[in-house]
Nanobody, 118 residues
Framework: QVQVVESGGGLVQPGGSLRLSCAVS????????MGWYRQAPGKQRELVAR???????NYADSVKGRFTISRDNGNNMVFLQMNSLKLEDTAVYYC????????????WGQGTQVTVSS
C-alpha cells in the first residue's frame, strides 16, 4: 500500500513564506513525476508545480518566481517552498506522485491547508 502524506501547511500573512513537504512510502519500485496541486473553495483543482525524476520542473504562471519545487529521490520526498505568499494562494494543497509498484499508480495525498490572511 502506497501512502502520500503532506505536511507544512498553516496560516501566514501576505508576503510570508511556507514550506510544504510530502513523503511517499510503501512498497515502491520507483517514482516518476511528483507534483503539487491546489484547490481553493469553489474552484477546480489546479497544477501548482511539477518535477520529473530527473529534476525538470514546470510551474503555473501564477506562482512562477515565488514558488520552488524540489525533491529528494533517496527519501521519496517532494517539497514546495512558497515565498511572497498572496491572499489568492489560499487553498488546500495536494501532493501527487506517479508511483511504480507492481504496476503504475497515480497517488494523491489528503491535502494540507494553506491560509494567507492578514
Amino acid at each position: 500500500q502506497v501512502q502520500v502524506v503532506e505536511s507544512g501547511g498553516g496560516l501566514v500573512q501576505p508576503g510570508g513564506s511556507l514550506r510544504l513537504s510530502c513523503a511517499v512510502s510503501g512498497s515502491i519500485f520507483s517514482i516518476n513525476a511528483m507534483g503539487w496541486y491546489r484547490q481553493a473553495p469553489g474552484k477546480q483543482r489546479e497544477l501548482v508545480a511539477r518535477i520529473t525524476k530527473h529534476g525538470r520542473t514546470n510551474y503555473a504562471d501564477s506562482v512562477k518566481g515565488r514558488f520552488t519545487i524540489s525533491r529528494d529521490n533517496g527519501n521519496n520526498m517532494v517539497f514546495l517552498q512558497m515565498n511572497s505568499l498572496k491572499l489568492e494562494d489560499t487553498a488546500v494543497y495536494y501532493c501527487n506522485a506517479d508511483v511504480y509498484t507492481d504496476y503504475f499508480e497515480n497517488k494523491w495525498g489528503q491535502g494540507t491547508q494553506v491560509t494567507v490572511s492578514s
